[in-house]
């Protein structure tokens, strides 16, 4: 396998768009790729990666790159002739667009190609349109299963699982089960969720694309009304809509570049991909396999990681998914966010970008955001939010539910520009 590296990114502002279609956003967010890339136009990309969850919800169930990089090709912006591969992966989906794009690269098959990802998930006025989105991420063949499976955690958690009560989801629900259980057999407290938020949105705070840019105190995450016990609103990712995207290149093709290009380069180390199960609560979740395996295939470990974009649909998911990659011990990952480790200056800094509470979570774009993040960082180009002197960087990105496992689990490991 050949060395791959991340030449350029680009993100959306995200939020509430009702204003900008699909292509629209397609569109943005090419076209910044390109200023980054320093290109004028697409022409060497061989191949594009393009994901999407919700535009079926809109019409638009099959061809979906297609249909939105047509205006570019006519334009000349895009190449012609080119494969679109349209993915879908739930929450997970940009990231399987970037491993797609890193296979191209990495096998030789290709020298650049692209990973983008393209998400509407608020529709004014149909909230109903919204839930379609978000429900194909659980099974909807056979919901008898996950139910049985639901009412035993849910019980086994003292959090009974009630899908025709709360007003929310079934997946704020399942955040809310998990998190119940690990309040009870850990001793994790709600204050620890809620630090977790209020850090992450005072990250957000500093962040020029978040949806929400404003702080939130513990207290006010505490007071704030419920989702579903023990998670609040501000605990919670919102609806949203936006697109990211990465160009990836073999180190032959990023040796004929310009030295400026040449020395924004950041080379992926790893990146992996797993699939989930219908799991004990005490068994290791997804991301933790995905983790091993990209710790592996990197010949990196926890200790060299510096700064971490994670999956926190909920404030939850960073205590779990701390415990999971490896940073803290079972159990220990409340302890390990109150202390004041994640947050900027803490010493792994954990979603400089908001995370998804606060920089938002349009679905279908999500991993590849988490991606720009973190080439932001280690490019030394993240402004305000900026850590010092990152050389490793993670991002865990998970979609869709499988019981108390993502579906899909996606984990990267990133390294800075050499000197």
């Known amino acids: 396998m050949r060395d791959v590296y991340v030449l350029a990114t680009a993100c959306t502002a995200f939020g509430k768009r009702p204003g900008d279609c699909f292509k629209a956003l397609t569109r943005e967010v090419y076209l910044d790729l390109l200023k980054d890339a320093g290109w ?3 022409d060497a990309i ?6 999407n969850c919700g535009m079926g919800t809109f019409g638009q169930r099959n061809i979906r790159g297609q249909v939105c990089f047509t205006p570019l090709v006519r334009e000349g912006l895009f190449p012609e002739r080119i494969g679109l591969i349209n993915v879908e992966g739930g929450c997970a989906t940009a990231s399987m667009a970037f491993h797609g794009a890193w296979k191209d690269v990495a096998s030789g098959d290709m020298e650049v190609s692209l990973a983008i990802g393209v998400e509407k998930t608020f529709v004014p006025g149909d909230p109903d349109r919204t839930l379609e989105i978000f429900e194909g991420g659980i099974d909807q063949l056979d919901a008898s299963e996950w139910h049985e499976y639901y009412k035993k955690r849910g019980a086994e958690s003292g959090k009974p699982f009630d899908p025709n009560g709360g007003g929310g989801t079934v997946f704020m629900d399942t955040y809310a089960m998990q998190a119940a259980w690990h309040m009870k057999t850990f001793g994790t407290t709600q204050e620890q969720i809620a630090i977790a938020a209020s850090k992450n949105h005072w990250h957000g705070s500093m962040n020029p694309k978040a949806q929400y840019r404003f702080e939130v105190s513990v207290e006010e995450a505490l007071a704030d009304r419920d989702v579903s016990w023990p998670i609040t609103r501000s605990m ?3 609806i949203g809509d936006g697109a990211a995207a990465a160009l990836l290149v073999s180190e032959e093709f990023l ?3 310009p030295p400026e290009v040449r020395a924004r380069a950041v080379k992926v180390r790893a990146s992996v991909l797993t699939g989930g199960k219908y799991r004990d609560p005490a068994e ?3 991301s933790c396999i995905a983790a091993q395996k990209a ?4 010949g990196l470990s926890p200790s ?4 971490i974009e994670l999956h926190d649909a909920t404030s939850f998911c960073e205590i779990f998914q701390l415990e999971m990659l490896g940073f803290a011990d079972t159990g220990k990952g409340g302890a390990f966010v109150e202390s004041g480790a994640t947050k900027l200056g803490g010493r792994l800094p954990v979603n400089l970008s908001g995370g ?16 720009h993040e973190l080439a932001l960082q280690l490019r030394g180009e993240a402004g305000d939010r900026q850590t010092e002197a990152p050389r490793i960087a993670m991002a865990e990105n998970g979609g869709g539910v499988i019981g108390f496992d993502e579906a899909a689990c996606s984990v990267i490991l990133l390294e800075a520009p050499s000197a």
């Not at 061989?46 to 994901?51: L, N, S, V």
């Not at 710790?295 to 990197?298: D, G, I, N, T």
């Not at 060299?304 to 700064?307: F, G, K, M, P, Q």
Request: net charge neutral; no cysteine; charged share 15%.
């Open 40 to 42: 004028e136009n697409g």
């Open 46 to 51: 061989e191949q594009g990666w393009f994901g």
């Open 236 to 238: 919670a990712a919102p």
């Open 255 to 257: 040796a004929k570049q």
């Open 284 to 286: 290791p979740g997804l």
């Open 295 to 298: 710790y592996a295939k990197s």
């Open 304 to 307: 060299d990681v510096n700064l």
């Open 356 to 371: 998804l509470v606060s920089k938002g979570h349009p679905v279908g774009a999500t991993g590849l955001s988490m991606i």
